[in-house]
């Protein structure tokens, strides 16, 4: 197993921000598993967690609010909980290089903790509560949405993401219409309390994909992201 770079400031400059205390830093980049190690290694991340969630919630809202002027609450509160989902934290988090820096337990480090994405969203949060308590709300702000990018496009790609079913529909009803696409549940597994679907998805007769789950609208979508993922692969093919 690599060990993860002890040295910050590569990460301050993924950040795009150079800490004055860096203790909160070092704070947020910790797990409370890597202190069943090192007990005197100073506090986990969980107060700083907690605090940057509510600091993250704010600056997302906001520029959520200014960004779309004309939407209703419904739909702003729809794209702010696609922009929050941990998923999506993690991902950032992994983007910028939080996961190197993580201090975890042997343990948690033996088993994967760098790429489970609870971890991977609570650091992400406590760096924005670190950055915050370094600095101030206008130097969050600006940091926060540099790492997220165009909110406008972000919302999209992420709506889209979340919803791979209605993206298949979109790319074939142009040349086949509304009922082309068919999903069939071509096998269970698994004991009655936990069964497995596979799911497979048919363009008329021909099929697209096949995908498994815990349910049937799981495995729909698993399998729908396989089609797409056919498709594609099919235009890039073309157009070489």
Known sequence: MTAPDTGLESLEKNLGYTFRNRALLHEALTHGSFLQDEPQAGPNNQRLEFFGDSVLNYVITEAIFREFPE???GVLSSRRSVMLRGSHLAALAQRL????HVRLGKSDDALGGRKRASILEDVFEAVVG?????????????LVLTWYGPLATQILNLELADNPKGRLQELVQPAHG???LRYDVVATTGPRHALAYEVTVYLHAEKLGSGTGS???IAEEAAARAALEKLEMKDRESGD
């Not at 290089?97 to 190197?100: E, K, P, S, T």
Request: charge should be negative.
């Open 71 to 73: 939407e209703r609450e």
């Open 97 to 100: 290089g939080l996961d190197a």
């Open 130 to 142: 670190a950055v915050y308590l370094d600095s101030d709300i206008a130097t969050v702000r600006e």
């Open 178 to 180: 509304n009922t082309a």
């Open 215 to 217: 349910s049937k609208k």
